[in-house]
């Protein structure tokens, strides 16, 4: 099974500032990793797919990176609605997994 | 609106069974394949099983050991999950979400449906 690790777990950050979150695979996924936004009390919903794509209405502010084992999620300027958890997970091999999760709140 | 309904969780006993299904609405669901993610109250996302769309090929969670089975309907557009041998671990929200074309990413999830496994 492909473990995926977020870090950190949580980033207090204030609006306007610039993000970047880390999903660090334990073997190689290529680029075959996306990245979700989780708010309270909702579902998760896609941002990024195939580690640099973005989903269907994501804000260009919102770009991911990498391939192999090291992956990134960028916020360029975090507006209020940012405030979620962030998921990252991969599709090269079953079992699926979803790393941790990174938590970024306000400062 | 595109969307998925998940129902029938509720409150079980340990080593009850329980039947979990999600309605899909205005889109295609034969094409696409489907999935169920768990999350526990304060934890990650887990995968727990996937289907493609003919019913032909199904995936599992190595933990599941054989207790849960994923199966749809395509003439009435609904994806199940049966539970058996449930365990009070087993809690969690039960989260029914639609393959994204051919991947295996999620681009529709449904508000998910609470299984409590408690005596």
């Known amino acids: 099974e492909i473990v995926l690790t977020q870090s950190p777990a949580t980033l207090s950050l204030s609006p306007g500032e610039r993000v970047t979150l880390s999903c660090r695979a334990s073997q190689n996924v290529n680029t075959y990793l996306a990245w979700y936004q989780q708010k309270p009390g909702q579902a998760p919903r896609l941002l990024i797919y195939?580690?640099?794509n973005r989903a269907t209405g994501i804000p260009a502010r919102f770009s991911g990176s990498g391939s192999g084992t090291d992956f990134t999620l960028t916020i360029s300027s975090l507006e209020p609605e940012d405030f979620a958890i962030y998921h990252c997970?991969?599709?090269?091999?079953?079992?699926?997994?979803f790393g941790g999760g990174t938590k970024v709140q306000i400062k | 609106e595109v969307q998925l309904l998940e129902s029938g969780g509720g409150l079980v006993q340990p080593g009850g069974s329980l039947r979990v299904s999600c309605a899909a609405s205005t889109f295609t669901f034969s094409t696409y394949a489907m999935s169920w993610v768990r999350q526990a109250a304060g934890k990650g996302l887990e995968w727990v099983s996937a289907i493609n769309g003919p019913g032909t090929s199904t995936y599992y969670a190595d933990s599941l050991k054989g207790r849960f089975t994923i199966s749809r309907d395509n003439s009435k557009n609904t994806l199940y999950l049966q539970m058996n041998s449930l365990r009070a671990e087993d809690t969690a929200v039960y989260y029914c979400?639609?393959?994204?074309?051919?991947?295996?990413?999620?681009?529709?999830w449904g508000r998910g449906t609470l299984v409590t496994v408690s005596s």
């Open positions: 195939d580690a640099s």
């Open positions: 979400a639609k393959g994204s074309g051919g991947y295996w990413y999620f681009d529709l």
């Open positions: 997970q991969q599709r090269i091999n079953w079992p699926l997994t």
